[in-house]
């Protein structure tokens, strides 16, 4: 039901051309653990997954496990991900950060639901995912764990 | 036709003294995470006298403050988080009393709403006071049996106003929150 509900979401939002994260409407910057800024639209030319995600959020840990196996067997193939946390206590995010063994890519920018990047991506649930192609172009939208996996290695051609 | 004015004026003054509720702090459950979803704060959000809603992710719970003078419905922050698909598991209203002498089984109109004492010894508020409502589908089915034992009056079954509730001066039907202090 929260699959759909998004995909009707962003499915307002594209309303004709298929929305890419060059769009500076979907473009956002977070500030990584260290304090370094990930820009979206830098990351164009890689197979992303860019997902929402708290640390209150019991699926989201959960379906962290997922990725974790996932990022470790694809990201030699160049599988990126990008995780964008709603939290809005930075000790809480970090703690995750280490509890769940996220290695790739995750920002915050505190504002809780109405963080930039979850207003322009007009997440509404957590997890929210959406899957995005080498040229940018969003292609999928919260898939389900194998649906997932079968799309990442379509993008990456294997 | 002045002098009638300004007795209402007045009237209408010593009410909002006497008693005026302004933030409530809202727990909400369901099938799924409710946290997780931004259906309840939006939903809430959008109720006519709320003006603002932060979520306290800590506590699990909404921090709903409502605009000045407006005598808030309790109903419509339940409908609100009904209608996104979640049910109300706690709900407390904090308000600023004056005076307010309350009492076991005690029906009294505040803030233009009536409210039934479910347990409290007698006093007198004064200051900001935090009720919790006990009322049907305003806490867990469990909670509800237990504080519905608390007393003996029908209303607190159906939150309208019975026989028993006469003698306070209310009407039969009215709508009568019960809580706790």
């Known amino acids: ?158 | 036709m002045k002098k009638l004015i300004s007795v209402f004026v007045l009237t209408l003054i010593t009410i909002v003294l006497n008693a005026q509720f302004t933030k409530a702090s809202l727990q909400a459950s369901g099938l799924t995470c409710a946290m997780c979803s931004k259906a309840v704060k939006v939903a809430l959000e959008k109720v006519s006298f709320v003006k603002e809603v932060k979520v306290n992710i800590k506590n699990q719970e909404y921090a709903v403050a409502f605009k000045e003078n407006s005598s808030p419905s309790f109903d419509e922050l339940k409908k609100a988080v009904e209608d996104a698909g979640f049910s109300v598991a706690s709900l407390k209203v904090t308000g600023n009393f004056s005076d307010v002498s309350v009492d076991k089984d005690k029906h009294i109109e505040l803030d233009g709403k009536n409210f039934h004492f479910v347990s409290s010894s007698s006093k007198v508020l004064n200051g900001e006071q935090t009720f919790t409502l006990v009322d049907k589908d305003f806490l867990s089915a469990k909670d509800f049996k237990k504080y519905s034992a608390a007393t003996k009056m029908e209303c607190i079954k159906t939150g309208k106003a019975a026989n028993c509730c006469l003698k306070d001066g209310i009407h039969t039907e009215e709508r009568v929150y019960h809580v706790i202090i």
């Not at chain 1, 030319?45 to 959020?57: P, T």
């Not at chain 1, 989201?60 to 470790?72: D, E, Q």
């Open chain 1, 1 to 158: 039901m929260i699959s759909l509900f998004a995909f009707s979401a962003v499915a307002a939002m594209a309303q004709g051309p298929i929305p890419n994260i060059t769009d500076y409407r979907l473009d956002f910057t977070v500030t990584d653990i260290k304090g370094d800024s990930i820009k979206l639209s830098s990351l164009k030319g890689k197979v992303l997954i860019l997902d929402f995600w708290a640390s209150w959020c019991g699926p989201c840990r959960f379906a962290n496990k997922h990725l974790v196996k996932l990022y470790s067997k694809y990201k030699d193939k160049g599988l990126e991900i990008l995780s964008v946390s709603l939290d809005d206590e930075l000790k809480n995010w970090k703690k995750a950060v280490i509890k769940d063994k996220i290695t790739w890519m995750n920002g915050i920018d505190l504002g809780g639901w109405d963080a930039l990047a979850a207003i322009k991506w007009q997440v509404e649930a957590l997890p929210s995912s959406f899957v995005v192609n080498k040229n940018g172009d969003v292609v999928a939208i919260n898939p389900e764990k194998d649906e997932l996996e079968k799309k990442i290695k379509e993008l990456l051609g294997l």
